[in-house]
């Protein structure tokens, strides 16, 4: 068996590269399940169970109008 040029067996090459690149997958998969559950948290808080009711003020001429004071 011949050594390749940086002096190393390509069986060596591929165990040292394995492992960054099997870290490097389950890394992906990691972030990709992390952003999923971020998106289904974005997802129910744009759905609008958690919102505040909002109270509109009204105008003071229609306020008037509907509480039917008397001066």
């Known amino acids: 068996?011949?050594?390749s040029s940086f002096g190393l067996d390509s069986e060596v090459l591929i165990g040292l590269v394995a492992l960054?690149?099997?870290a490097?997958?389950?890394g992906v998969r990691a972030l990709a399940?992390?952003?999923r559950e971020l998106g289904s948290l974005s997802e129910?808080?744009?759905r609008g169970d958690r919102l505040p009711i909002l109270e509109f003020n009204l105008p003071t001429a229609e306020r008037s109008s509907d509480t039917n004071?008397?001066?």
């Open 1 to 3: 068996m011949e050594p």
């Open 20 to 22: 960054p690149v099997l």
């Open 24 to 26: 490097g997958m389950v």
């Open 33 to 35: 399940e992390g952003l």
């Open 44 to 46: 129910e808080i744009f």
């Open 69 to 71: 004071y008397t001066d």
